[in-house]
C-alpha cells in the first residue's frame, strides 16, 4: 500500500473521494465518477465494507502500510483524547504530508519521492522518512541547492500553500515553520474515523 502503483482514478472512483490528486486521475473521475466496473453493480456494502472503504482512505491517502497504520492506532489508542482524531492527527504530521501541504508539491506520493530522495531538511539536518513525525518548532526547508529550488518554487507557484494556523510557510525562502499541532478541524481527509477505529480495534 505504501508503494501503490496502480491506476489512481480507479482508487478515487472505487472510494467516492478524491484521494489522488494527480492531474490525470482528477480528469478520469471527472469523466467517469461510478465506481468502476460493470455498471449494473448497485448492491449498497455491508457495515464491514464500509468500515473497510473508510480504513483504505486513510492508507491510500496518506501513504500507509497495513502494519503502519495499526502501529499508529495503537499510538493513538494510548494517547489521551478521542482515538480517531489522534490517529488523523498523527497522519497529518507527518513529514511527506506536510511538503503537500506547504505546497512544495503538487501530490503527496511526490511529496513522498522527495522526502526519500533527501530533497528537505528538518531543523537544517537532512530527512529522508517520510513517516518522520513533526514537533511544534519544527523548521522544514528545501535543500541549498539550486536546481531543487528551481523545481520546488515552481511547484509553490502553481498550487499555493493552503492557509493553516499550526504551519506558516515563506514561498521566498521555501521554509515551512510548525507553528503547534493540527486540530480536528485541520484534517484533510474526509473520512469517518470512527468506523475505521471500530475497524481496527477487533
Known sequence: MARYHGPKARVNRRLGSLIYESAGAMRAAERRDGPPGMRSRGRRPSNYGLALMEKQKIKHYY???ERQLRRYYE???RTKGNTGENLLIRCERRLDNIVRRAGFTKTRPQARQGVVHGHFQVNGIKVSSPSYIVRPGDVITV???ANLHVVYKSNVEETRPESME???VDTDTLRATVQGLPGPSD???PVDVNTVVEFLSR
Open 166 to 168: 499550526w504551519l506558516t
Open 63 to 65: 501513504g500507509l502500510g
Open 75 to 77: 499510538k493513538a489508542s
Open 143 to 145: 535543500r541549498p541547492r
Open 187 to 189: 484534517i484533510s481527509l
